[in-house]
Protein backbone atom coordinates (compact mmCIF):
# COMPACT_ATOMS: atom_id res chain seq x y z
CA UNK A 1 0.00 0.00 0.00
CA UNK A 2 1.21 3.63 -0.75
CA UNK A 3 0.19 6.31 1.11
CA UNK A 4 -0.40 9.11 -1.11
CA UNK A 5 -2.12 12.13 0.28
CA UNK A 6 -1.92 14.15 3.68
CA UNK A 7 -4.99 15.56 5.84
CA UNK A 8 -6.40 18.96 4.51
CA UNK A 9 -8.89 20.79 6.09
CA UNK A 10 -12.59 20.65 5.02
CA UNK A 11 -13.75 23.86 2.18
CA UNK A 12 -16.75 25.13 3.06
CA UNK A 13 -18.53 22.65 1.19
CA UNK A 14 -17.65 20.05 3.39
CA UNK A 15 -19.77 21.52 6.44
CA UNK A 16 -22.47 18.49 8.38
CA UNK A 17 -25.40 18.84 6.72
CA UNK A 18 -28.67 20.46 8.00
CA UNK A 19 -30.02 18.91 11.40
CA UNK A 20 -32.06 16.41 10.54
CA UNK A 21 -35.68 15.56 11.90
CA UNK A 22 -34.27 12.76 14.41
CA UNK A 23 -31.63 15.58 16.10
CA UNK A 24 -34.44 17.94 16.46
CA UNK A 25 -36.71 15.17 18.42
CA UNK A 26 -33.99 14.66 20.12
CA UNK A 27 -33.69 17.94 22.46
CA UNK A 28 -36.86 16.47 23.92
CA UNK A 29 -36.15 12.85 24.73
CA UNK A 30 -34.45 13.25 28.04
CA UNK A 31 -37.43 14.91 29.05
CA UNK A 32 -40.18 12.40 27.89
CA UNK A 33 -38.51 8.91 27.10
CA UNK A 34 -38.08 7.93 31.07
CA UNK A 35 -41.62 9.06 32.07
CA UNK A 36 -42.80 6.72 29.07
CA UNK A 37 -40.37 3.80 29.12
CA UNK A 38 -41.67 3.29 32.80
CA UNK A 39 -45.16 4.31 32.87
CA UNK A 40 -46.38 2.55 29.99
CA UNK A 41 -45.52 -0.53 31.26
CA UNK A 42 -46.54 0.38 34.75
CA UNK A 43 -50.16 0.89 33.30
CA UNK A 44 -50.05 -2.21 31.07
CA UNK A 45 -48.85 -4.38 33.64
CA UNK A 46 -50.58 -3.36 37.11
CA UNK A 47 -53.74 -1.14 36.49
CA UNK A 48 -55.42 -1.81 32.90
CA UNK A 49 -58.47 -4.04 34.01
CA UNK A 50 -55.85 -5.01 36.64
CA UNK A 51 -57.24 -5.93 40.13
CA UNK A 52 -54.29 -7.35 42.19
CA UNK A 53 -54.45 -7.24 45.61
CA UNK A 54 -53.12 -3.77 46.70
CA UNK A 55 -49.46 -4.91 48.28
CA UNK A 56 -49.08 -6.01 44.64
CA UNK A 57 -49.84 -3.04 43.01
CA UNK A 58 -47.74 -0.77 45.43
CA UNK A 59 -44.45 -3.30 45.29
CA UNK A 60 -44.69 -2.76 41.55
CA UNK A 61 -45.39 0.48 41.08
CA UNK A 62 -42.34 1.34 43.98
CA UNK A 63 -39.80 -0.77 41.29
CA UNK A 64 -41.10 1.20 38.49
CA UNK A 65 -41.00 4.53 40.37
CA UNK A 66 -37.24 3.17 41.19
CA UNK A 67 -36.47 2.51 37.54
CA UNK A 68 -38.09 6.12 36.85
CA UNK A 69 -35.62 7.49 39.20
CA UNK A 70 -32.30 5.75 38.65
CA UNK A 71 -32.00 5.24 34.88
CA UNK A 72 -31.57 8.90 34.65
CA UNK A 73 -29.22 9.75 36.93
CA UNK A 74 -27.08 6.53 36.86
CA UNK A 75 -26.77 7.82 33.25
CA UNK A 76 -25.70 10.98 34.12
CA UNK A 77 -23.16 9.83 36.44
CA UNK A 78 -21.76 7.11 34.33
CA UNK A 79 -21.59 9.25 31.13
CA UNK A 80 -21.28 12.33 31.97
CA UNK A 81 -18.14 14.43 33.75
CA UNK A 82 -17.99 11.67 36.85
CA UNK A 83 -17.54 9.14 34.00
CA UNK A 84 -18.23 6.53 36.70
CA UNK A 85 -18.09 2.58 34.95
CA UNK A 86 -20.75 1.12 37.97
CA UNK A 87 -23.39 3.69 37.19
CA UNK A 88 -23.34 3.70 33.31
CA UNK A 89 -23.36 -0.55 33.63
CA UNK A 90 -26.89 0.53 35.87
CA UNK A 91 -27.85 2.88 33.88
CA UNK A 92 -27.24 1.18 30.43
CA UNK A 93 -29.23 -2.00 31.70
CA UNK A 94 -32.22 -0.02 32.52
CA UNK A 95 -32.25 1.47 29.84
CA UNK A 96 -32.43 -1.66 27.27
CA UNK A 97 -34.74 -2.86 29.87
CA UNK A 98 -36.90 -0.35 29.83
CA UNK A 99 -36.76 -0.06 26.20
CA UNK A 100 -38.11 -3.74 25.72
CA UNK A 101 -40.50 -3.36 28.36
CA UNK A 102 -41.83 -0.39 26.92
CA UNK A 103 -42.25 -1.68 23.19
CA UNK A 104 -43.89 -5.06 24.19
CA UNK A 105 -46.64 -3.48 27.02
CA UNK A 106 -47.57 -1.71 23.66
CA UNK A 107 -47.54 -4.13 21.40
CA UNK A 108 -49.00 -6.86 23.04
CA UNK A 109 -51.25 -4.76 25.53
CA UNK A 110 -52.90 -3.89 22.39
CA UNK A 111 -52.94 -6.33 19.65
CA UNK A 112 -52.99 -9.45 22.31
CA UNK A 113 -55.84 -7.91 23.70
CA UNK A 114 -57.96 -7.33 20.97
CA UNK A 115 -57.08 -10.95 19.92
CA UNK A 116 -58.71 -12.05 23.11
CA UNK A 117 -61.71 -10.13 22.56
CA UNK A 118 -61.60 -11.26 19.15
CA UNK A 119 -61.55 -14.67 19.84
CA UNK A 120 -63.68 -14.57 22.93
CA UNK A 121 -61.42 -15.71 25.43
CA UNK A 122 -62.16 -14.11 29.12
CA UNK A 123 -63.56 -11.09 30.52
CA UNK A 124 -61.49 -8.12 31.51
CA UNK A 125 -59.56 -9.76 34.17
CA UNK A 126 -58.21 -12.60 32.60
CA UNK A 127 -57.09 -10.69 29.12
CA UNK A 128 -55.60 -8.13 31.53
CA UNK A 129 -53.75 -10.88 33.65
CA UNK A 130 -52.81 -12.55 29.92
CA UNK A 131 -51.24 -9.82 28.54
CA UNK A 132 -49.62 -9.13 32.06
CA UNK A 133 -47.62 -12.48 32.04
CA UNK A 134 -47.33 -12.46 27.99
CA UNK A 135 -45.42 -8.90 28.39
CA UNK A 136 -43.26 -10.49 31.30
CA UNK A 137 -42.37 -13.33 29.60
CA UNK A 138 -41.82 -12.14 26.33
CA UNK A 139 -39.68 -9.21 28.05
CA UNK A 140 -37.84 -11.40 29.88
CA UNK A 141 -36.46 -13.81 27.05
CA UNK A 142 -36.15 -11.13 24.63
CA UNK A 143 -33.87 -9.69 27.43
CA UNK A 144 -31.96 -12.28 28.08
CA UNK A 145 -31.25 -13.98 24.51
CA UNK A 146 -30.51 -10.02 23.19
CA UNK A 147 -27.74 -9.98 26.58
CA UNK A 148 -26.08 -13.31 24.68
CA UNK A 149 -26.14 -11.86 21.48
CA UNK A 150 -24.67 -8.53 22.55
CA UNK A 151 -21.92 -10.87 23.83
CA UNK A 152 -21.31 -13.10 22.07
CA UNK A 153 -18.18 -12.86 19.19
CA UNK A 154 -20.03 -12.18 16.08
CA UNK A 155 -21.01 -13.76 13.44
CA UNK A 156 -19.03 -13.16 10.02
CA UNK A 157 -21.06 -12.19 7.28
CA UNK A 158 -19.98 -12.79 3.89
CA UNK A 159 -20.72 -11.54 0.75
CA UNK A 160 -19.34 -10.69 -2.98
CA UNK A 161 -19.29 -7.11 -4.01
CA UNK A 162 -18.99 -6.65 -7.72
CA UNK A 163 -17.19 -3.71 -9.02
CA UNK A 164 -17.81 -2.46 -12.63
CA UNK A 165 -14.28 -0.37 -12.72
CA UNK A 166 -12.21 -2.58 -10.45
CA UNK A 167 -9.42 -4.57 -13.17
CA UNK A 168 -8.93 -8.28 -13.31
CA UNK A 169 -6.28 -7.86 -11.28
CA UNK A 170 -7.81 -6.94 -7.88
CA UNK A 171 -10.65 -9.74 -8.72
CA UNK A 172 -10.98 -11.89 -5.30
CA UNK A 173 -9.60 -8.63 -2.72
CA UNK A 174 -10.86 -9.64 0.63
CA UNK A 175 -11.90 -7.07 2.80
CA UNK A 176 -12.72 -7.19 6.30
CA UNK A 177 -14.67 -4.74 8.15
CA UNK A 178 -15.12 -4.11 11.90
CA UNK A 179 -16.86 -1.63 13.41
CA UNK A 180 -18.20 -0.01 16.38
CA UNK A 181 -16.81 -2.01 19.07
CA UNK A 182 -17.47 0.64 21.64
CA UNK A 183 -15.31 -0.73 24.15
CA UNK A 184 -16.98 0.85 27.46
CA UNK A 185 -18.11 -0.01 30.83
CA UNK A 186 -18.13 -3.47 30.64
CA UNK A 187 -14.74 -4.94 30.50
CA UNK A 188 -14.89 -7.12 26.91
CA UNK A 189 -10.57 -7.19 26.40
CA UNK A 190 -11.17 -11.30 26.39
CA UNK A 191 -14.25 -10.36 23.31
CA UNK A 192 -11.79 -8.60 21.92
CA UNK A 193 -8.98 -10.89 21.70
CA UNK A 194 -11.41 -13.53 20.44
CA UNK A 195 -12.71 -11.05 17.90
CA UNK A 196 -9.04 -9.97 16.82
CA UNK A 197 -8.60 -14.04 16.59
CA UNK A 198 -11.42 -14.29 14.01
CA UNK A 199 -10.93 -11.09 11.70
CA UNK A 200 -7.19 -13.19 11.57
CA UNK A 201 -9.21 -16.46 10.33
CA UNK A 202 -10.73 -14.62 7.13
CA UNK A 203 -6.99 -13.67 6.01
CA UNK A 204 -7.98 -10.65 4.56
CA UNK A 205 -5.48 -7.75 2.36
CA UNK A 206 -7.42 -5.18 3.83
CA UNK A 207 -8.70 -5.10 7.41
CA UNK A 208 -11.21 -2.01 8.13
CA UNK A 209 -12.09 -0.23 11.36
CA UNK A 210 -15.10 2.25 10.57
CA UNK A 211 -14.96 4.50 14.09
CA UNK A 212 -16.65 3.96 17.10
CA UNK A 213 -13.75 2.46 18.83
CA UNK A 214 -15.21 2.56 22.44
CA UNK A 215 -16.69 5.01 24.90
CA UNK A 216 -13.80 6.51 27.12
CA UNK A 217 -10.59 8.13 26.18
CA UNK A 218 -7.66 5.71 24.88
CA UNK A 219 -5.77 5.96 28.05
CA UNK A 220 -9.38 4.52 29.89
CA UNK A 221 -9.80 1.76 27.12
CA UNK A 222 -6.79 0.79 26.30
CA UNK A 223 -6.71 -2.78 27.44
CA UNK A 224 -9.86 -3.88 25.73
CA UNK A 225 -8.36 -2.08 22.34
CA UNK A 226 -4.94 -3.41 22.70
CA UNK A 227 -5.96 -6.93 21.02
CA UNK A 228 -6.38 -4.90 17.73
CA UNK A 229 -2.49 -4.75 17.63
CA UNK A 230 -2.71 -8.71 16.36
CA UNK A 231 -5.00 -7.97 13.77
CA UNK A 232 -3.15 -9.70 10.65
CA UNK A 233 -3.74 -8.08 6.82
CA UNK A 234 -1.92 -8.70 3.94
CA UNK A 235 -1.92 -5.59 2.70
CA UNK A 236 -3.23 -2.68 5.27
CA UNK A 237 -5.22 -2.39 8.70
CA UNK A 238 -7.28 1.03 8.15
CA UNK A 239 -8.92 3.24 9.95
CA UNK A 240 -11.23 6.01 10.39
CA UNK A 241 -12.54 7.81 13.39
CA UNK A 242 -16.39 7.69 14.28
CA UNK A 243 -18.61 10.09 16.40
CA UNK A 244 -18.02 8.64 19.79
CA UNK A 245 -14.37 9.50 19.18
CA UNK A 246 -14.87 12.99 19.33
CA UNK A 247 -16.64 12.44 22.94
CA UNK A 248 -13.41 10.88 24.07
CA UNK A 249 -10.55 12.98 22.96
CA UNK A 250 -10.07 11.53 19.64
CA UNK A 251 -6.51 12.76 18.87
CA UNK A 252 -5.94 10.05 21.51
CA UNK A 253 -7.61 6.95 19.82
CA UNK A 254 -5.91 8.32 16.27
CA UNK A 255 -2.26 7.63 18.12
CA UNK A 256 -3.21 4.62 19.80
CA UNK A 257 -4.61 3.05 16.45
CA UNK A 258 -0.95 4.23 15.20
CA UNK A 259 1.14 2.81 17.92
CA UNK A 260 -1.15 -0.39 17.35
CA UNK A 261 0.16 -0.61 13.68
CA UNK A 262 -3.31 0.98 12.35
CA UNK A 263 -3.23 3.08 9.08
CA UNK A 264 -4.99 6.15 10.24
CA UNK A 265 -6.82 7.58 7.18
CA UNK A 266 -8.05 11.07 8.09
CA UNK A 267 -8.96 12.70 4.32
CA UNK A 268 -6.31 11.03 2.71
CA UNK A 269 -6.27 7.48 0.90
CA UNK A 270 -3.54 5.16 0.03
CA UNK A 271 -3.39 2.87 -3.11
CA UNK A 272 -3.70 -0.78 -3.49
CA UNK A 273 -1.67 -2.80 -6.53
CA UNK A 274 -1.51 -6.16 -7.66
CA UNK A 275 -1.65 -7.54 -10.94
CA UNK A 276 -1.47 -4.22 -12.75
CA UNK A 277 -4.61 -2.79 -11.27
CA UNK A 278 -4.64 0.00 -8.38
CA UNK A 279 -7.11 0.22 -5.87
CA UNK A 280 -8.20 3.74 -4.05
CA UNK A 281 -8.49 3.35 -0.15
CA UNK A 282 -9.36 6.12 0.80
CA UNK A 283 -10.91 7.63 4.55
CA UNK A 284 -12.63 10.59 6.03
CA UNK A 285 -12.84 11.82 9.41
CA UNK A 286 -16.74 11.30 11.27
CA UNK A 287 -18.95 14.37 9.69
CA UNK A 288 -19.06 15.73 13.42
CA UNK A 289 -15.86 15.83 13.51
CA UNK A 290 -15.26 19.59 12.52
CA UNK A 291 -18.27 20.73 15.28
CA UNK A 292 -15.90 18.79 17.84
CA UNK A 293 -13.35 21.93 17.79
CA UNK A 294 -10.84 19.39 17.35
CA UNK A 295 -8.17 21.28 15.81
CA UNK A 296 -7.82 19.57 12.10
CA UNK A 297 -10.48 17.22 12.67
CA UNK A 298 -13.23 17.40 10.10
CA UNK A 299 -14.62 15.01 6.89
CA UNK A 300 -13.03 16.49 3.68
CA UNK A 301 -13.32 14.12 1.00
CA UNK A 302 -12.01 16.68 -1.77
CA UNK A 303 -8.71 15.96 1.02
CA UNK A 304 -9.14 12.28 0.66
CA UNK A 305 -9.05 11.28 -2.99
CA UNK A 306 -6.73 14.28 -3.99
CA UNK A 307 -3.98 13.12 -6.14
CA UNK A 308 -5.68 9.79 -6.86
CA UNK A 309 -6.28 8.84 -10.46
CA UNK A 310 -9.94 9.48 -11.04
CA UNK A 311 -9.99 6.40 -13.72
CA UNK A 312 -9.10 4.16 -10.74
CA UNK A 313 -12.26 2.54 -8.49
CA UNK A 314 -12.57 3.91 -4.38
CA UNK A 315 -13.11 2.29 -1.35
CA UNK A 316 -14.35 4.71 0.79
CA UNK A 317 -14.16 4.26 4.98
CA UNK A 318 -16.61 6.51 6.63
CA UNK A 319 -18.52 5.86 9.58
CA UNK A 320 -21.87 7.38 8.97
CA UNK A 321 -23.99 5.75 6.10
CA UNK A 322 -25.13 9.40 5.81
CA UNK A 323 -21.88 10.50 4.12
CA UNK A 324 -22.99 8.68 0.73
CA UNK A 325 -24.12 11.68 -0.67
CA UNK A 326 -21.37 13.02 -0.82
CA UNK A 327 -19.67 9.90 -1.61
CA UNK A 328 -21.94 8.91 -4.93
CA UNK A 329 -21.64 12.74 -6.12
CA UNK A 330 -17.61 12.35 -6.27
CA UNK A 331 -18.05 8.85 -8.03
CA UNK A 332 -16.98 6.65 -4.97
CA UNK A 333 -17.14 2.70 -5.95
CA UNK A 334 -18.18 1.73 -2.45
CA UNK A 335 -18.36 2.96 0.87
CA UNK A 336 -17.74 1.13 3.87
CA UNK A 337 -19.91 2.49 7.36
CA UNK A 338 -21.11 1.26 10.51
CA UNK A 339 -22.97 3.48 13.19
CA UNK A 340 -26.40 2.12 12.72
CA UNK A 341 -26.14 -1.09 14.88
CA UNK A 342 -28.87 -2.02 12.69
CA UNK A 343 -31.23 -0.77 15.34
CA UNK A 344 -29.41 -2.84 18.01
CA UNK A 345 -32.99 -3.44 19.98
CA UNK A 346 -35.77 -3.96 17.74
CA UNK A 347 -37.86 -1.51 17.04
CA UNK A 348 -35.58 1.04 17.71
CA UNK A 349 -34.38 0.85 13.24
CA UNK A 350 -37.43 3.18 12.56
CA UNK A 351 -35.68 6.07 14.40
CA UNK A 352 -32.48 5.13 12.61
CA UNK A 353 -34.01 5.25 9.67
CA UNK A 354 -34.76 8.93 10.20
CA UNK A 355 -31.03 10.13 10.15
CA UNK A 356 -29.63 7.42 8.05
CA UNK A 357 -30.38 6.25 4.17
CA UNK A 358 -29.67 2.65 5.03
CA UNK A 359 -29.92 0.53 7.88
CA UNK A 360 -27.42 -2.27 6.96
CA UNK A 361 -26.68 -4.21 3.98
CA UNK A 362 -25.38 -3.54 0.70
CA UNK A 363 -27.38 -0.55 -1.15
CA UNK A 364 -26.86 1.34 -4.60
CA UNK A 365 -27.18 4.96 -4.09
CA UNK A 366 -26.78 6.89 -7.59
CA UNK A 367 -25.62 5.28 -10.68
CA UNK A 368 -22.14 3.71 -9.59
CA UNK A 369 -21.79 4.40 -5.39
CA UNK A 370 -22.39 0.97 -3.43
CA UNK A 371 -23.09 1.51 -0.03
CA UNK A 372 -22.33 -1.01 2.55
CA UNK A 373 -23.45 -0.64 6.34
CA UNK A 374 -22.43 -2.75 8.75
CA UNK A 375 -24.61 -4.03 11.70
CA UNK A 376 -21.51 -3.36 14.17
CA UNK A 377 -19.43 -5.62 15.76
CA UNK A 378 -20.06 -4.95 19.37
CA UNK A 379 -22.74 -2.81 21.38
CA UNK A 380 -23.25 0.52 22.41
CA UNK A 381 -24.92 1.40 26.02
CA UNK A 382 -27.38 -1.17 26.77
CA UNK A 383 -25.92 -4.39 26.82
CA UNK A 384 -28.66 -5.70 24.31
CA UNK A 385 -29.24 -6.96 20.72
CA UNK A 386 -32.76 -7.64 19.66
CA UNK A 387 -33.20 -8.96 16.17
CA UNK A 388 -30.11 -6.71 15.02
CA UNK A 389 -26.87 -9.33 15.36
CA UNK A 390 -23.94 -7.59 15.61
CA UNK A 391 -21.56 -8.80 12.53
CA UNK A 392 -17.76 -9.13 11.05
CA UNK A 393 -17.72 -8.51 7.55
CA UNK A 394 -15.87 -9.83 4.35
CA UNK A 395 -16.34 -8.58 1.29
CA UNK A 396 -14.86 -10.39 -1.81
CA UNK A 397 -14.45 -7.39 -4.40
CA UNK A 398 -15.23 -8.67 -7.76
CA UNK A 399 -14.48 -7.65 -11.14
CA UNK A 400 -16.64 -7.79 -14.31
CA UNK A 401 -12.64 -8.83 -16.02
CA UNK A 402 -12.33 -11.51 -14.00
CA UNK A 403 -11.31 -14.64 -15.73
CA UNK A 404 -13.20 -17.95 -14.80
Known sequence: MTDTSDT?????????????????????????????LWAVPCWV?????????????????????????????????????????????????????????????VLLGVLLRLALVLAGV???????????????????VLLVWGYAEARRVPRVRRLDVQLPRLGAGLDGTRIALITDTHYGPLDRARWSARVCETVNTLEADVVCHTGDIADGTAERRRAQAAPLGTVRATRARVYVTGNHEYYS??????DLMDELGWEPLRNRHLLMERGGDTLVVAGVDDVTAESSGLEGHRAHLDGALSGADPDHPVLLLAHQ?????????????????????????????????????????????GDRTLLY????????????????????????????????
Open 249 to 254: EAQGWV
Open 122 to 140: GEGQDRARIVTWAVLGVSA
Open 321 to 365: PKFVDRAAAAGVDLQLSGHTHGGQIWPFHHLVRLDQPALAGLTRH
Open 373 to 404: TSRGTGFWGPPFRVFAPSEITLLVLRSPDRVG
Open 8 to 36: RPADSGARDPRQSALHRMMRYVPLIAPVL
Open 45 to 105: LLYAGQHWPLPVTLAGSALFALGLVVMPLAMARGHGRRQQDAAAIVGDTLLGTGWVLFTWS
